[in-house]
T-cell receptor, first 113, second 111 residues
């Protein structure tokens, strides 16, 4: 099943460029999340969304922008990429606000040179 | 506060032995504590979870215990197998229903 998909899976860019990571889910889950994964830091929440047109900051939102015009899509944009944003980015979704299981996408590995 | 402290960061056990990973938190409002397993190059997946009205939960070789008074919870894996080798993340749900993750434990099960 398609579930939740991310694109691109791998991206190399240069400092200062704008990059958009796409996330698409086919379940119509209300809640969507963006995490970044770095060695020694685990999974840190960047932004999340409770529904279309509703977004909020997580633990590490600086340098990122999100939008959610449709329930199924939740793109993450790095407006001016920095080397510290080199990371693996995971999109995730959840059915309701307080039911626990997060379903993760396969991840997008971003390298900023 | 926000953080979940997870220990150890790496754990190596012999096949058949038990493995224990512990997490601590400080926010007493937390009431949901899941554990995720991430195999190399794969996405994290939920393996077990526990809510604050329960002290222990088991699923075959995996168990989770919760001590709300002491604000810590632990993952126990018995009779470990090589396929248990992975990174394990604990998490807590905060008052805004966001999941805050620990920094992860890399478990290696030696054949």
């Amino acid at each position: 099943d398609a579930g939740i998909t991310q694109s691109p899976r791998y991206k190399i860019t240069e400092t200062g460029r704008q990059v958009t990571l796409m996330c698409h889910q086919t379940w119509s889950h209300s809640y969507m999340f963006w995490y970044r994964q770095d060695l020694g830091h685990g999974l840190r929440l960047i932004y999340y969304s409770a529904a279309a047109d509703i977004t909020d900051k997580g633990e590490v939102p600086d340098g990122y922008v999100v939008s959610r015009s449709k329930t199924e899509n939740f793109p993450l944009t790095l407006e001016s990429a920095t080397r510290s944003q080199t990371s693996v980015y995971f999109c995730a979704s959840r059915v309701e606000y307080n039911t626990g299981e997060l379903f993760f996408g396969e991840g997008s590995r971003l390298t900023v040179l | 506060g926000e953080n979940v402290e997870q220990h150890p960061s790496t754990l190596s056990v012999q096949e058949g032995d038990s493995a224990v990973i512990k997490c601590t938190y400080s926010d007493s409002a937390s009431n949901y504590f899941p554990w995720y397993k991430q195999e190399l190059g794969k996405r994290p997946q939920l393996i077990i979870d526990i809510r604050s009205n329960v002290g222990e939960k088991k699923d075959q070789r995996i168990a989770v215990t919760l001590n709300k008074t002491a604000k810590h919870f632990s993952l126990h894996i018995t009779e470990t197998q090589p396929e248990d080798s992975a990174v394990y993340f604990c998490a807590r749900m905060d008052s805004s229903y966001k999941l805050i993750f620990g920094s992860g434990t890399r478990l290696l099960v030696r054949p």
